[in-house]
């Protein structure tokens, strides 16, 4: 049974950064990817990154880029999401979900909610002074 499980949430300044992570298990391989999404009160989810299993490419959301970076340790079915120089508008529930059956197409629309099938129950981040 895979399980998604983010955890590393909290309450910052802005400025500040922080790091969250996403165990992943139940993979029979190390085959899939795993992405970050967000949503804000009253917004819909949207896509933050995405690391691929087989390179490690990476992407990101314009709104992320230079500040956010993604990382994945295969020792610890391990992702992280390194968040540095955080804003309020970043304040939301962050998610993490593995596809675990990627395809060019589903990493060219990795923003893509719909591409992901397992979801982890998201972690709060709140950015205020």
């Known amino acids: 049974q895979v399980q998604v499980v983010e955890s590393g949430g909290g309450l910052v300044q802005p400025g500040d950064s922080l790091r969250l992570s996403c165990a992943v298990s139940?993979?029979?391989?190390?085959?899939?990817?795993i992405g970050w999404f967000r949503q804000a009160p009253g917004k819909e989810r949207e896509g933050v990154s995405r690391?691929?299993?087989?390179?490690?490419?990476?992407y990101y959301a314009d709104f992320v880029k230079g500040r956010f970076t993604i990382s994945r340790d295969n020792a610890k079915n391990t992702v992280y999401l390194q968040m540095n120089s955080l804003k309020p508008e970043d304040t939301a529930v962050y998610y993490c979900?593995?596809?675990?059956?990627?395809?060019?197409?589903?990493?060219?629309?990795?923003?893509?909610?719909?591409?992901?099938?397992?979801w982890g129950q998201g972690t709060q981040v709140t950015v205020s002074s």
């Open positions: 139940g993979f029979s391989s190390d085959y899939y990817d």
């Open positions: 690391i691929c299993s087989s390179d490690g490419s990476t």
């Open positions: 979900a593995a596809d675990s059956n990627p395809s060019r197409y589903t990493r060219r629309r990795w923003w893509d909610a719909q591409n992901y099938d397992f």
